[in-house]
């Protein structure tokens, strides 16, 4: 069975950092590009970085183009986002999602989310 | 970046009816066109990809068609459990965006 687990969401002050895991099971890791996706409070989604099966390649919205490092480590099967210079907009819950097709880059399908983290910036 | 436009933003039906959600993309997106419902303090659910593959373990009264710009996602004899909200999902080139959202509720 297919699991995503977010951690490390949390309170933190406009200009502060945070580190997001999502810890995987249930799937050949490292064959699946995966990606972020956040909801602010009571607002719609929004997509906000993917990165390949291997790590090497990622993309990411403009509006954490910067700020934000998504990364994975397929030894330990966990996902990361480092968020930087935080600001009172990036407050939301965080999904991690896995993409439904193993080995795609591009164009992703995401068949499996977690449950989420909130990440609530605020002074 | 692609603007993607849900219709109606909130829609309210009875359980049994027939509905139908649109979706517009500012420019052609061939069928590069996923459809998530969410509920409540969750997570999406992957309902449709490729603008009309029903995901696995969808109900079959879920479909979806269209391509290019315009797509719909129709729901036949809704199901209680079917009142949530509705995003389609452009993954034809990043930024990934998706429409605003369509609340279906009951009537």
């Known amino acids: 069975e297919v699991q995503l687990l977010e951690s490390g969401g949390g309170l933190v002050q406009p200009g502060g950092s945070l580190r997001l895991s999502c810890a995987a099971s249930g799937f050949t890791f490292s064959s699946y590009a995966m990606s972020w996706v956040r909801q602010a409070p009571g607002k719609g989604l929004e997509w906000v970085s993917a990165?390949?099966?291997?790590?090497?390649?990622?993309y990411y919205a403009d509006s954490v183009k910067g700020r934000f490092t998504v990364s994975r480590d397929n030894s330990k099967n966990t996902l990361y986002l480092q968020m930087n210079s935080l600001r009172a907009e990036d407050t939301a819950v965080y999904y991690c999602?896995?993409?439904?097709?193993?080995?795609?880059?591009?164009?992703?399908?995401?068949?499996?989310w977690g449950q989420g983290t909130l990440v609530t910036v605020s002074s | 970046d692609i603007q993607m436009t849900q219709s109606p933003s909130s829609l309210s039906a009875s359980v049994g009816d027939r509905v139908t959600i649109t979706c517009r993309a500012s420019?052609?997106?061939?069928?590069?066109l996923n459809w998530y419902q969410q509920k409540p303090g969750k997570a999406p659910k992957l309902l449709i990809y490729t603008a009309s593959s029903l995901q696995n373990g969808v109900p079959s009264r879920f479909s979806g068609s269209g391509s290019g710009t315009d797509f719909t996602l129709t729901i036949t004899s809704l199901q209680p459990e079917d009142f949530a909200t509705y995003y389609c999902?452009?993954?034809?080139?990043?930024?990934?965006?998706f429409g605003q959202g369509t609340k279906l509720e009951i009537k």
């Open positions: 990165i390949s099966g291997s790590g090497g390649s990622t």
């Open positions: 999902q452009q993954n034809y080139n990043t930024p990934y965006t």
């Open positions: 999602a896995k993409d439904l097709i193993a080995g795609l880059w591009g164009s992703p399908r995401w068949g499996y």
């Open positions: 420019q052609t997106i061939s069928s590069y």
